[in-house]
């Protein structure tokens, strides 16, 4: 599937989706967050994506103030690009800047220029859309004081929002295959857990808060209302080769291969591959798993009686506030965000 046929057949899906919720009699709901992400979209170009926006807001509308982000790397858009998807209606810009070392870039197999981030940056925030900055740390090679470089750098750049995520090597990857040769070393936990503290301290030094495990923002208003719907588990409709959607408590996913999509929206059948209705048990745990990785964290309750104990051990492990435990929240410490997978286990 090509750039040029990509659009068509994702606004097929998108006329496909309308008809099913229209079938399945659920009420009109107004679109709240609408994300183009999941590769650099904006090689697609400023009009394919306002169109493809333009289809979704015939479709559903767009709330009144709906947040509209499209990732971009930094070499990917021009001011005049940045211009007209303000003027389309997008109010928003996911910079992957990843790193500000050559080296990393390169290691990562990210072309752009650090040199040119700020610029582009600028010219963002000229246009009038918010902007957020996504960095990736613990990539093999990489030191502590590279990455204390990085974090520097991002918050010299005067950005809204910014979202750091360990690196996690996908299996049959080009960079899975490197560290399995040898080539380079396997991410270290520790270190990512040190530079996770150290992001963490240099940020809120700066005004930013998290509000999620891998995100920080400068202000309430600023924080990605697109991450906050996913980790309260609310609905979404993922478009496109290999999105995941969840509507109702029902979760499905499209094929992945590209051209299979495409074949499958031109012969007007669902691109779905696969389906699961979550149980009202399994909703409870997803609420779980996804509510305390944010500030807020989760109401007690949701947690059964007999988990009294294994909460009073994680607060004297320091994972769990304990203050906020005893008013009925269950919200994790710093220490307590570096194991959050643990938490969960413990806790479901």
Same mark, same amino acid.
């Given at each position: 599937?090509?750039?040029?046929?990509?659009?068509?057949?994702?606004?097929?899906?998108?006329?496909?989706?309308?008809?099913?919720?229209?079938?399945?009699?659920?009420?009109?709901?107004?679109?709240?967050?609408?994300?183009?992400?999941?590769?650099?979209?904006?090689?697609?170009?400023?009009?394919?994506?306002?169109?493809?926006?333009?289809?979704?807001?015939?479709?559903? /509308? %767009?709330?009144? !103030?709906?947040?509209?982000?499209?990732?971009?790397?930094?070499? &990917? +858009?021009? =001011?005049?690009? *940045? $211009? /007209? %998807?303000?003027? !389309?209606?997008?109010?928003?810009?996911?910079?992957?800047?990843? &790193? +500000?070392? =050559?080296?990393? *870039? $390169?290691? %990562?197999?990210?072309?752009?220029?650090?040199?040119?981030?700020?610029?582009?940056?600028?010219?963002?925030?000229?246009?009038?859309?918010?902007?957020?900055?996504?960095?990736?740390?613990?990539?093999?090679?990489?030191?502590?004081?590279?990455?204390?470089?990085?974090?520097?750098?991002?918050?010299?750049?005067?950005?809204?929002?910014?979202?750091?995520?360990?690196?996690?090597?996908?299996?049959?990857?080009?960079?899975?295959?490197?560290?399995?040769?040898?080539?380079?070393?396997?991410?270290?936990?520790?270190?990512?857990?040190?530079?996770?503290?150290?992001?963490?301290?240099?940020?809120?030094?700066?005004?930013?808060?998290?509000?999620?495990?891998?995100?920080?923002?400068?202000?309430?208003?600023?924080?990605?209302?697109?991450?906050?719907?996913?980790?309260?588990?609310?609905?979404?409709?993922?478009?496109?080769?290999?999105?995941?959607?969840?509507?109702?408590?029902?979760?499905?996913?499209?094929?992945?291969?590209?051209?299979?999509?495409?074949?499958?929206?031109?012969?007007?059948?669902?691109?779905?591959?696969?389906?699961?209705?979550?149980?009202?048990?399994?909703?409870?745990?997803?609420?779980?798993?996804?509510?305390?990785?944010?500030?807020?964290?989760?109401?007690?309750?949701?947690?059964?009686?007999?988990?009294?104990?294994?909460?009073?051990?994680?607060?004297?492990?320091?994972?769990?506030?304990?203050?906020?435990?005893?008013?009925?929240?269950?919200?994790?410490?710093?220490?307590?965000?570096?194991?959050?997978?643990?938490?969960?286990?413990?806790?479901?």
């Amino acid at each position: 599937m090509s750039h040029q046929s990509y659009p068509q057949s994702a606004m097929a899906e998108m006329e496909w989706g309308a008809r099913v919720l229209d079938e399945a009699r659920l009420p009109q709901r107004p679109v709240s967050s609408v994300f183009f992400g999941g590769g650099t979209p904006t090689l697609l170009g400023p009009q394919a994506l306002v169109a493809m926006l333009d289809k979704a807001r015939s479709l559903w /509308e %767009l709330a009144p !103030g709906a947040e509209v982000t499209t990732e971009a790397n930094p070499d &990917s +858009v021009t =001011p005049k690009d *940045l $211009a /007209e %998807l303000v003027e !389309g209606g997008f109010t928003r810009v996911s910079f992957g800047v990843q &790193s +500000v070392v =050559p080296s990393v *870039l $390169a290691t %990562l197999d990210r072309t752009h220029n650090p040199e040119a981030v700020p610029r582009v940056i600028d010219a963002a925030r000229a246009a009038g859309l918010q902007v957020s900055l996504d960095l990736i740390f613990g990539t093999p090679g990489e030191t502590l004081e590279q990455w204390n470089d990085t974090v520097s750098q991002a918050l010299s750049y005067g950005s809204d929002h910014i979202s750091a995520y360990a690196l996690i090597v996908e299996p049959g990857t080009a960079l899975a295959r490197r560290i399995d040769r040898g080539e380079l070393p396997r991410p270290d936990d520790d270190l990512q857990a040190d530079m996770y503290v150290l992001a963490d301290e240099a940020f809120a030094s700066q005004g930013f808060h998290w509000y999620e495990i891998s995100n920080w923002a400068t202000s309430t208003e600023l924080e990605s209302r697109h991450n906050r719907s996913y980790w309260s588990a609310e609905d979404w409709w993922g478009i496109g080769p290999g999105a995941h959607s969840h509507v109702g408590g029902v979760r499905w996913w499209n094929v992945k291969h590209p051209a299979a999509f495409a074949t499958r929206m031109s012969d007007g059948v669902s691109p779905a591959h696969g389906r699961e209705v979550l149980s009202a048990d399994q909703q409870v745990v997803e609420k779980i798993l996804l509510g305390i990785r944010m500030r807020e964290g989760i109401p007690r309750e949701w947690v059964g009686r007999d988990k009294t104990p294994v909460i009073a051990q994680l607060m004297g492990r320091g994972y769990l506030d304990p203050t906020a435990a005893l008013g009925g929240r269950l919200i994790l410490t710093l220490t307590g965000r570096l194991v959050a997978d643990y938490v969960v286990r413990v806790l479901t």
